[in-house]
């Protein structure tokens, strides 16, 4: 039982070019969420899934593009980077238990673009 | 314009000791208040949570205190042990969705 899992644990891209951020869950939960953490700053809301086909911005969405590919799998792409999106992400899964507001996180991507 | 705010960057408190990490909010709908921990290269790992309607929870050596007049909540961490050295975050919500806003943070750092 791996909990949250993302890959790759770090990327460096050049600006301009695109990619994707993996991330699974085998706790068998409805929702998935995508977070950017920078220094001095708490952790920010990008897109979320509250379920199986269905994907809502959060926070700070520009920039971003997400597909919840299944009940395990929620994707998180940069279609063209910029510097201003080096940060370190991670991928979390609220617990289904009603009036729980307990989410379990990934170990994180840190992303730098130059 | 945060919403939760974690105004001690760091913190450093020796082993044995009370570590006392606090948090600040804003927002009046706030009505529930959660502690992560993390280590470095780590996600985040849920630590201890508080219902508006409580004003103290705890779990073993950690603490959680709300003070809903001064929108203020603390943790407290009795006996402060090496392996508590971390980042402590703060999230609160308001609002049926359990989404979360986010303090930036507290670095931990217990010393032998």
């Known amino acids: 039982n791996a909990g949250v899992t993302q890959t790759p644990k770090f990327q460096v891209l050049k600006t301009g070019q695109s990619m994707t951020l993996q991330c699974a869950q085998d706790m068998n939960h409805n929702s998935m969420y995508w977070y950017r953490q920078d220094p001095g700053m708490g952790l920010r809301l990008i897109y979320y899934s509250a379920s199986e086909g269905t994907t809502d911005k959060g926070e700070v969405p520009n920039g971003y593009n997400v597909s919840r590919l299944n009940k395990r799998e929620f994707s998180l792409r940069l279609e063209s980077a910029a510097p201003s999106q080096t940060s370190v992400y991670f991928c979390?899964?609220?617990?289904?238990?009603?009036?729980?507001?307990?989410?379990?996180f990934g170990p994180g991507t840190r992303l730098t673009v130059t | 314009d945060q919403q939760v705010k974690q105004n001690s960057p760091s913190l450093s408190v020796q082993e044995g000791r009370i570590s006392i990490l606090n948090c600040d909010y804003t927002?009046?709908?706030?009505?529930?208040f959660l502690w992560y921990k993390k280590y470095p290269a780590e996600g985040p790992t849920f630590l201890i949570s508080?219902?508006?309607i409580k004003d103290k929870n705890e779990d073993g050596r950690f603490t959680v205190f709300l003070n809903k007049s001064a929108k203020h909540l603390s943790l407290h961490i009795v006996p402060s042990q090496p392996g508590d050295s971390a980042v402590y975050f703060c999230a609160a919500s308001a609002g049926s969705n359990y989404q979360l806003i986010w303090g930036a943070g507290t670095k931990l750092i217990i010393k032998p």
């Open positions: 927002n009046s709908m706030f009505d529930y």
């Open positions: 508080i219902s508006s």
């Open positions: 979390a899964s609220p617990s289904d238990r009603a009036s729980s507001y307990e989410q379990y």
